[in-house]
């Protein structure tokens, strides 16, 4: 799909997305990739072959495919059907099947130059403001960046997070257990995989945050992700101290 032109796919494309299949009674998204949701995709190439140019597949998380599901694709990768592109996107590429990996092509997507992401989103009608607190605040991901531009929602859950972030550092002890509560609390009918992937993206966060309170502390202003929070950071600086904070940073890495 690499070698071809834009042109030339753009001309009779069956497009086919694959991922975590709803699970209806707990109205939430299910915890795998289903066997099920494979042979389904198997039966449905066979036929769109028949008829389509190209049919480019998507399946969002593999790495969540089960063993049986794995394995079902692994005999489509083995078996491939003519004009016919799989795409496999994986936060976690080692959790796929070793036997996945050695038969796709691995393409690692690196973080996109801040100024390239502010000047494509001033492209698409976003304000030279708004579109540098979006680009500064994305860590080089495209799409969060569009995503804080166009969506309030997204803007304020992210400055809910950041605020969290400072009052971990600067509140009593009560109001730190307030702050850490959603992270330790249970529910049975929660979207576990999803959950995990949201206190994955705030530790991301957090991890970007204490850096920045380090680079302030050490006047690397110019590596510093969220700048209209320099006060904050001076105050953690003053009041955690360069150690805590590399302790803080070991801890989310590991």
Sequence with gaps: ILSKSADKLNVGIDYTVIERGADEKKKRHGFAISVDQ??????????????????????????????????????????????TSLILLANH???????????????????????????????QGVSAESANESAQMSRGLPGVA?????????????????????????????????????????????????????VGDILIMWE??????????????QHIVYSAYDSDFKKIADQVGVARLGIFLEAIET
Excluded at 95 to 116: E, H, M, N, Y
Excluded at 154 to 171: A, L, Q
Aim: net charge positive; with cysteine; charged share 30%.
């Design 208 to 221: 970007v945050l204490a850096r920045d309170a380090l680079f302030f502390r050490y006047g690397l202003k």
């Design 146 to 198: 569009v995503e804080f531009s166009h969506e309030p929602s997204t803007r304020e859950w992210h400055e809910k997070e950041i605020k969290r972030f400072f009052t971990i550092f600067d509140c009593n002890l009560h109001e730190k257990f307030q702050a850490i509560a959603p992270f330790v609390g249970s529910n049975r009918n929660a979207d576990h995989v999803t959950a995990r992937e949201t």
């Design 38 to 83: 494979i042979k389904s995709l198997r039966n449905l190439l066979t036929r769109q072959s028949l008829v389509a140019s190209h049919t480019v597949v998507l399946i969002k998380e593999a790495e969540t495919m089960n063993r049986s599901a794995a394995n079902a694709l692994l005999k489509t990768l083995e078996e491939p059907i003519p004009n």
């Design 93 to 123: 590429e080692e959790q796929l099947l070793a036997t996945i990996r050695s038969r796709c092509q691995i393409i690692r997507l690196s973080k996109v130059d801040f100024k390239v992401i502010e000047e494509s989103l001033i492209i």
